[in-house]
């Protein structure tokens, strides 16, 4: 398949598995990212991960602000197949009309369940038991295409989002390789999505990263570990935002209202839900380090956190 001209569109770590094993299988012509936005302390740019291995690998880079306004670019590689992994922006008919082997996209659910941008955050989230990938033929829907190949992993009660973006990303690069050769030779399944099974899972906003321990310990253990370690969940504690970024399950019953703080150890803040103590482990205190508890409480005063509540 080295002589196929591919143009891939992906931005985060997700993609590069992918794009790598493409740019080992095909003529990969040049990839297309979100654009930068990103700077570090010194208010240098930090290249997203895609455009990064384009760059060590001599590849064309195009970062269009509005893909629906700015694609003459890619149109003029002349592609012969086009493969998208979170890219992050919808693309216009024009260019998924293009290429003679068609736009394909590798997403981070069984579809049709979760459709949207943040499908492996809410697959947890959800409390889901498995995950999957779904190659697909790319639609001017949201995630609408005919599905070409599936494969799924079970999610383990204690997966973080870290876990599982990094199991999915492997998962879809071997998927797409393995479907890849029945795309070009066209003998490959084409799968009409059951509308009436659809569901959604778009970006999470600010306001469902906050904890609410009004919910039950599960639901909670769900939320901190859907979205650890982007964007992070968090609570408030005496006027400070506390991300969370572990926790742990208890059997105990919660004795007071939901958020109050029951005891601290080495081992966890514990706080009541609306069932059963949850065990936070691994938090940042706004104005200080990511650390353990064991090591956050080596710098506090107990008695100032026991009996207060999470906002």
């Known amino acids: 398949m080295k002589n196929i001209r591919a143009v891939f569109m992906g931005t985060p770590s997700f993609a590069v598995p992918i794009l790598k094993v493409l740019i080992d299988t095909m003529n990969v012509v040049m990839v297309v990212c979100q654009p930068d936005r990103e700077k570090d302390r010194k208010g240098n740019i930090i290249y997203c991960p895609c455009k990064k291995l384009a760059f060590d690998n001599n590849i064309e880079v195009f970062q269009p602000l509005n893909i629906r306004n700015e694609y003459q670019e890619i149109l003029d590689m002349k592609p012969d197949i086009i493969i998208t992994a979170a890219y992050g922006q919808i693309i216009p008919s024009v260019i998924l009309d293009y290429p003679k082997y068609g736009c394909i996209n590798v997403h981070g659910s069984i579809l049709p369940k979760l459709r949207g941008g943040a499908p492996i955050h809410h697959a947890i989230i959800n409390g889901d038991k498995e995950a999957g990938v779904t190659i697909m033929y790319m639609d001017k829907k949201m995630d609408a295409g005919d599905i070409i190949s599936q494969r799924s992993i079970l999610i383990g009660d204690n997966t973080t989002l870290d876990d599982l973006y990094s199991k999915l990303s492997i998962l879809g690069r071997d998927l797409l390789i393995d479907t890849l050769p029945s795309i070009i030779a066209g003998t490959n399944d084409r799968i009409k999505q059951d509308e009436d099974k659809v569901t959604f899972g778009y970006n999470i ?74 065990k936070l482990k691994d938090i940042k205190l706004e104005g200080k380090k990511r650390c353990l508890v064991h090591e956050f409480i080596n710098g506090i005063r107990k008695e100032d956190y026991i009996g207060e509540r999470f906002e």
Do not use: A, Q, W
């Open 205 to 278: 906003t600010k306001e469902e990263e906050k904890i609410n321990f009004n919910d039950t310990c599960d639901n909670v253990h769900n939320k901190i570990r859907g979205l650890s370690s982007n964007p992070g969940s968090f609570t408030i504690i005496n006027g400070k935002r506390m991300k969370v970024y572990l926790s742990e399950r208890t059997n105990i019953l919660s004795k007071n209202e939901p958020g109050v703080i029951e005891d601290i150890t080495k081992d966890g803040i514990f706080v009541n839900t609306n069932d059963y103590l949850i």
